[in-house]
């Protein structure tokens, strides 16, 4: 999806209008030399203009020509008009520096503008779904093997700094807000003995968007992202500029995904007042770059696993967060962090409480320990499942069954080992969108 070019053409008439309008400044200001130049040539005499001016002129050039001693008037009238000059060019100097760099400024934003633009549209194509609902494709590396290279990041903030440089070129800068938001995850066995998995994520009314990626070196995948989380929110609209440029920061803020080799990974809140910061000295990841990470570089959850003792993790959003992770052998954990120390819990279900056995286990909603037996209870009932049978499991702990927030907003059926995908929006059960990660 390209932007009409009715936006890029009021765009770059308007630099145009600009620079325009600051060369005809400078011709003014260089032409004034000239009228200055003529004025003082009128009125090097005393005297007001006509026949007496004429005179004096005349008269000081017969003087002049004669050889007669030089007038000592001239010699005042000179040394001023030496001083005015002096002032005169030092201030058109500064002038012409002034414009100068006014005309740099612009030139170079305007030529910053259209070279992001440009890479912008041959990288991005969205496409809207529905009202609050999107698809992206991004076809171009995003910079993450740099991201992880320069230190990865500590913080949200740290991110969107990257993020602006890398694919904005300071031009542009993200904000990664959050909010509370309830979760589920399910992993079964299908018919044909593959695995299937559901996701169900829990939150107010937002503006949600699927992300299709390939990076250079790593796996394909499908992610999803909140965009409220990038501070766009009911604001988002691809056909506007900075919409569709802002767009290529949900790489860096998946909220769950698939890649091509069946991993799923997807991220949980825990109802805690502690967040996870560890300080070993190893490179820095949030949370959601950590999904970031697993998606384009795990092809397993053992995999994931290494990957993610690897790294020092910092929550994402200041929240307590666990990940949920599942490969197409069947295995299928939580990734915790209790008192920073990292925790790999068995579990074919997840919700939002603790599952790391100790002194934090169970701490979480209440309403998330009921999804969690309902869960568990139905996998008991059915342990093997179809796309259908895991939409249905996961309808039955959708938050229209609590009535406790607006909406699951997305709820995800993933068949991890032919890769197709199906997305649910707000609880509409009898339709979806159809995706893969091919």
């Known amino acids: 999806m390209t932007v009409p070019l009715t936006i890029i053409s009021f765009t770059q008439a308007l630099c145009i209008a600009v620079l325009t309008a600051l060369v005809q400044l400078y011709i ?3 032409d004034f030399d000239k009228i200055a130049a003529f004025g003082r040539e009128e009125n090097e005499f005393p005297g007001k203009a006509g026949s007496a001016g004429i005179i004096i002129s005349i008269q000081f050039q017969s003087w002049s020509e004669s050889g007669a001693k030089e007038n000592p008037w001239k010699r005042n009238v000179c040394k001023r008009n030496r001083c005015n000059e002096k002032k005169e060019t030092t201030m058109k100097k500064g002038v012409r520096i002034l414009l100068i760099v006014l005309i740099l400024l612009i030139s170079g934003a305007a030529y910053l503008y259209f070279r992001i633009r440009a890479g912008v549209d041959s990288a991005v194509n969205v496409q809207k779904l529905e009202d609050g609902f999107y698809y992206m494709e991004y076809r171009d590396d995003y910079g993450f093997d740099r991201f992880l290279e320069q230190g990865g990041a500590a913080s949200d903030l740290d991110v969107a700094k990257f993020v602006g440089k890398a694919l904005f070129k300071g031009f542009l800068y993200p904000r990664f807000l959050g909010g509370s938001f309830g979760c589920s995850t399910l992993s079964a066995r299908n018919p044909k003995g593959g695995v299937m998995y559901g996701r169900n994520f829990d939150w107010m009314e937002c503006t949600s968007m699927v992300v299709k990626s390939k990076p250079e070196r790593g796996y394909a995948s499908v992610s999803t992202v909140n965009l409220d989380f990038l501070n766009l929110g009911t604001e988002y609209d691809p056909e506007k500029t900075v919409s569709k440029i802002i767009s290529a920061a949900a790489l860096y803020a998946p909220m769950d995904g698939i890649n091509e080799e069946g991993l799923c990974v997807a991220v949980l809140m825990i109802d805690d007042s502690a967040v996870t910061e560890q300080d070993t000295g190893k490179t820095d ?9 697993l998606l384009d570089k795990a092809a397993s959850v053992d995999e994931a696993v290494q990957l993610l003792g690897q790294y020092d993790m910092h929550s994402s959003a200041g929240m ?6 599942s490969d197409k052998s069947g295995r299928s954990v939580a990734v915790e962090y209790v008192n920073n120390e990292m925790s790999v819990v068995e579990t074919p279900v997840v919700t939002n409480f603790y599952l790391t056995q100790g002194d934090k286990y169970g701490i979480g909603t209440e309403q998330s320990h009921t999804r969690y037996e309902m869960l568990l209870e139905r996998l008991s009932e059915q342990p093997v499942m179809d796309m259908e049978n895991m939409k249905d499991a996961m309808s039955s702990v959708s938050k229209n069954n609590f009535g406790e927030f607006a909406s ?18 707000r609880e509409d059960y009898d339709n979806y969108y159809s995706f893969s990660v091919e």
Not at 285 to 293: D, E
Not at 409 to 425: A, F, K, M, N
């Open 320 to 325: 307590m967060l666990h990940l949920a992770l």
């Open 408 to 425: 699951t907003e997305w709820t995800i059926v993933y068949s991890q080992d032919s890769g197709e995908i199906r997305y649910y929006h």
């Open 285 to 293: 990841l949030t949370t959601t770059t950590a999904v970031r990470l």
């Open 28 to 30: 003014v200001f260089h």
